[in-house]
């Protein structure tokens, strides 16, 4: 069975511990991975790409040394294995213009900004997550527990006319 993976990213340890906690209802049925880099990121989502596990979203701070949040959404958006990946930009330091590139290059799905709130984080990861999962064509009975019921509902009403 393919693992689901959400890949969150920041420089600064004590933010990605809390992204982490703030997303511990959805471990149970999801992995977790922390990344300190863009590159990290990167290389982790080689590893779990190459074992054949799924990256449903990623979670990127934007002020990063070496390459900006922006620009690493950009780069998975323009790598074909991460089509369905669902992308977020958490940051608290983006310009007008980062956004903007945000939305036009890298196709964010959405942006949060610093400091963000548990209810809104744990939210929008439950949306993008089920988003992804009917995307993606998997059972979404198995992750019923950790998906959005009015998505789900929605999904399955329009997909039976």
């Not at 990167?42 to 979203?57: F, K, P, R, T, Y």
């Not at 992750?143 to 009015?150: A, G, P």
Request: charged share 30%; proline share 1%; with cysteine.
């Amino acid at each position: 069975m393919k693992n689901i993976n959400i890949i969150c990213v920041d420089d600064q340890r004590e933010v990605l511990n809390t992204i982490a906690e703030d997303l511990k209802i959805f471990e149970q049925q999801v992995n977790i991975e922390e990344c300190e880099s863009a590159e990290e990121a990167q290389e982790v989502m080689e590893d779990l790409d190459s074992q054949g596990d799924l990256i449903a979203l990623i979670i990127s701070d934007h002020v990063m040394p070496d390459k900006t949040g922006v620009d690493f959404l950009a780069d998975v958006k323009a790598d074909g294995r991460f089509v369905q990946t669902k992308k977020v930009l958490l940051t608290g330091l983006a310009t007008h213009q980062d956004t903007i590139t945000a939305i036009n290059q890298a196709g964010i799905d959405h942006y949060i900004e610093k400091p963000w709130k548990q209810a809104e984080l744990q939210k929008t990861v439950r949306e993008l997550l089920t988003h992804y999962i009917f995307n993606a064509g998997l059972d979404y009975q198995k992750y019923l527990e950790i998906l959005d019921k009015d998505i789900v509902f929605s999904r399955l009403q329009n997909s039976t006319g």
